[in-house]
């Protein structure tokens, strides 16, 4: 490996470019992850937001019981299910 010694304006540059570049990325995330939780607001859509949680446990529960899972692969499985 070989070592560049840069100049100490050059080295802040590409210090500020890496932190630029950081927090970009970490507030793109985060607006990402907000636009996917959008929660139910009226009590129509909480009712048919709960009933599609629970076919989804349901349908995951007969899964892991087909597969003959118990204790942790049963929770594991469980978890990733849910997350399809």
């Known amino acids: 490996m070989v070592l560049i010694w840069t100049k100490p304006a050059q080295e802040a540059e590409r210090i500020e470019r890496v932190a630029i570049g950081t927090c970009t990325a970490i507030s793109l995330a985060g607006s990402a992850a907000n636009a996917q939780s959008v929660k139910p607001k009226y009590p129509g859509e909480i009712a ?37």
């Open 48 to 84: 048919a937001a709960s009933d599609r949680i629970a076919e989804r446990n349901e349908y995951c529960r007969r899964q892991a019981r087909a597969q003959h899972l118990h204790l942790v692969k049963r929770y594991r499985f469980m978890r990733d299910c849910k997350r399809q």
